[in-house]
C-alpha cells in the first residue's frame, strides 16, 4: 500500500477481555515496529522486526503483551487481559533493513485503545 | 539502552518569532538522528533527518538541524514561525550497526503553540 495502516483506529474493550491490532507496513519494508503513546507521553518502544524474526522485544511491558509478524508483512499486536493502564493509543511504524539505505520509519495514523 | 531528552516541554511563541528546541541524547556510537512533527489530529511525519556528512541538514517547511557530536545534541531551529508551526515535536535516534538499538528512541516530546 501507499502507507503504513493499522486497523482498527480505534477500539474500545471491557477490562480483563484480550484485543488484537493489526498493522500492514509498507510494502516492501522489512523491519516493523510497535510503540505506545499514552495521553501526554512521549512515545514507548515496544518491539522490532526484522522480516518475521524479533530480534528487539525489550519494550513489551508485560507478558501480556505479545506479537507476531507473518510473511514478512502484516503484524498484529495481542494484549491479553487488558487493563486500564493499557489504554493509549499504538502505533506502527515501518522501513527499509539497516544498512540498506534510510532507515526513515514511516508511521500509521494508530489504534487508540480505551479499557474500561 | 540509548536516551533522548528534549528539555523544552512546552513553548509558546509569537508568529515571526525565532524557534530552538533542544535535543541531547545518550550513545556512544554511530546514530541516525531524526526529528519528527505530529500536526493536531495527524499522524507523525518525517521533519528532517542526519545519517552522515554535513552536520546541518535542512527540513521541510524551512526547519533545520545542527548535529553536534561533541555534545551529543541535535537542536532544531527555524529562523521563523508561523501559526501552521503549532504541533508537538519528537527528537528520535537510532544506532542502525547496534541489532539492539535498531529501532527508534524517542524524546518525550515538546510542544509548540504559536500565537497569531
Known amino acids: 500500500g501507499a502507507g503504513v495502516s493499522q486497523s482498527p483506529s480505534n477500539k474500545v474493550t471491557e477490562k480483563g477481555k484480550d484485543v488484537e491490532l493489526r498493522c500492514d507496513p509498507i510494502?516492501?519494508?522489512?523491519?516493523l515496529y510497535w510503540y505506545r503513546q499514552s495521553l501526554g507521553q512521549g512515545l514507548e518502544f515496544l518491539i522490532y522486526f526484522q522480516g518475521n524474526s524479533a530480534p528487539d522485544k525489550s519494550g513489551l511491558p508485560s507478558d501480556r503483551f505479545s506479537a507476531e509478524r507473518t510473511g514478512g508483512s502484516v503484524s498484529t499486536l495481542t494484549i491479553q487481559r487488558t487493563q486500564q493502564e493499557d489504554s493509549a493509543v499504538y502505533l506502527c511504524?515501518?522501513?527499509?533493513?539497516?544498512?540498506?539505505?534510510?532507515?526513515?520509519?514511516?508511521f500509521g495514523q494508530g489504534t487508540r485503545l480505551t479499557v474500561v | 539502552a540509548q536516551s533522548v531528552s528534549q528539555h523544552n516541554h512546552h513553548v509558546i511563541l509569537s508568529e515571526a518569532a525565532s524557534l530552538e528546541l533542544g535535543c541531547n541524547y545518550s550513545?556512544?556510537?554511530?546514530?541516525?538522528l531524526f526529528w519528527y512533527v505530529q500536526y493536531p489530529g495527524q499522524h507523525l511525519q518525517l521533519l528532517l533527518k542526519y545519517f552522515s556528512g554535513d552536520p546541518l541538514v535542512k527540513g521541510i517547511k524551512g526547519f533545520e538541524a545542527e548535529f553536534i557530536k561533541s555534545k551529543f545534541s541535535f537542536n532544531l531551529r527555524k529562523p521563523s514561525v508561523q501559526w501552521s508551526d503549532t504541533a508537538e515535536y519528537f527528537c528520535?535516534?537510532?544506532?542502525?550497526?547496534?541489532?539492539?538499538?535498531?529501532?527508534?528512541?524517542f524524546g518525550s516530546g515538546t510542544r509548540l503553540q504559536v500565537q497569531p
Open positions: 528520535a535516534v537510532n544506532a542502525p550497526m547496534d541489532t539492539g538499538r535498531r529501532a527508534l528512541t
Open positions: 511504524a515501518s522501513s527499509v533493513a539497516p544498512g540498506q539505505g534510510s532507515t526513515e520509519a514511516f
Open positions: 510494502s516492501g519494508h522489512t523491519a
Open positions: 550513545y556512544g556510537g554511530t546514530v541516525n
